[in-house]
């Protein structure tokens, strides 16, 4: 599963990157977006793009395409440190 399927409000736990742009992949790992990293859906645009996350104490706006690219396991209410 990538981010872009999340909806507002869910939280998620990156497990890595689909194939593609490394110089995109290091720009988000720059950015804290590392496996193990906790990250929730705060809000998306009513057209769907940009999405705004929260992650390591601030907020990232992303834009649909860029979050397609992060894979994610969806975390429960119990899995959230």
Do not use: C, W
């Not at 409000?9 to 804290?32: C, D, S, V, W």
């Not at 769907?48 to 390591?56: H, N, Q, T």
Request: proline share 2%; charged share 25%.
């Amino acid at each position: 599963m990538t981010l872009d399927q999340l909806k507002k409000g869910q939280m998620a736990e990156i497990t890595g990157y689909r194939l593609g742009n490394a110089a995109y992949r290091a720009k988000l790992l720059a950015l804290g977006m590392t496996r193990g990293t906790q990250v929730k859906i705060l809000n998306v645009a009513p057209l769907g793009d940009p999405f705004e996350l929260a992650v390591r104490g601030f907020h990232l706006s992303l834009r649909k395409d860029e979050v397609g690219v992060i894979k994610v396991k969806v975390l429960e209410k119990g899995d959230v440190k």
